[in-house]
């Protein structure tokens, strides 16, 4: 089992519509939640950190965290083409190392 | 604010040859990273240091990968001799302290090709 698991996609969803990307882990102990985008032949930057459960909204952005079901999600709204890249869940486990997934790529269609 | 700064930011070496790179993190930032990421796949920590001190650096090749941060800001990654397995994005990044509330912040990556 990898430590911190995505579904590689790609996820297509219309302009306008909400796109939902989810995250598993396996670290009980991870304290600290992080979603970064990486557009083609960039580096992941930051969108959201979250660190308690429950929801976190930052504009059209929704950060989930459950973390007795181990899971995470992100949540975009109003979904633009603009939107379209690489997302990464990363999880800063209880050995304080962050575990990156390898990425859910999104596209998001005009 | 300056970013994390990292060069060269493209690199193309022969197998054998030897490569260095070089990252300078956001002021203030005592935690330092490097990351190897290959294609369609997230970044692998390499090797993480607090201050000067190396922390976590089970991951990193010892036989053919070294890597030093003196004084506490700078960090070289250096590789030698490359293989072809090697090519790959080397991302450095920083944090100001390495506790839960911890943020990664990444450069813009250097990309190394080997032929």
């Known amino acids: 089992q990898k430590e911190v698991e995505q579904n590689s996609g790609p996820l297509s969803v219309p302009e306008g519509a909400i796109a939902s990307l989810n995250c598993t882990y396996s670290?009980?102990?991870?304290?600290?939640f992080f979603w970064y985008r990486q557009y083609s032949g960039k580096s992941p930057e930051l969108i959201m950190s979250?660190?308690?459960?429950g929801d976190k909204e930052d504009g059209r952005f929704t950060a989930q965290l459950n973390k007795a079901s181990q899971y995470v999600s992100l949540l975009i709204r109003d979904s633009q083409p603009s939107d379209s890249a690489t997302y990464l869940c990363?999880?800063?486990?209880?050995?304080?190392?962050?575990?990156f997934g390898a990425g859910t790529r999104l596209f998001v269609k005009a | 604010e300056a970013g994390v700064v990292q060069s060269p930011r493209y690199k193309i070496i022969e197998k054998k040859q030897p490569v260095a790179f070089w990252c300078n993190p956001i002021?203030?930032?005592?935690?330092l990273y490097w990351y190897r990421q290959n294609l369609g796949q997230g970044p692998e920590l390499l090797i993480r240091?607090?201050?000067?001190?190396?922390?976590?650096d089970s991951q990193l090749p010892k036989d053919r990968f070294s890597a030093e941060r003196l004084k506490g800001v700078d960090s070289t990654l250096k590789i030698q001799p490359a293989e072809l397995g090697d090519s790959a994005v080397y991302l450095c990044?920083?944090?100001?302290?390495?506790?839960?509330?911890?943020?990664?912040?990444f450069g813009e990556g250097s990309w190394l090709t080997v032929v």
């Open positions: 979250i660190y308690s459960n």
């Open positions: 240091y607090e201050n000067e001190e190396a922390v976590d």
């Open positions: 002021s203030g930032h005592n935690t």
């Open positions: 990044a920083s944090s100001l302290e390495g506790g839960f509330r911890n943020t990664i912040y």
């Open positions: 670290d009980r102990g991870s304290q600290s």
């Open positions: 990363a999880v800063l486990t209880g050995g304080f190392k962050t575990i």
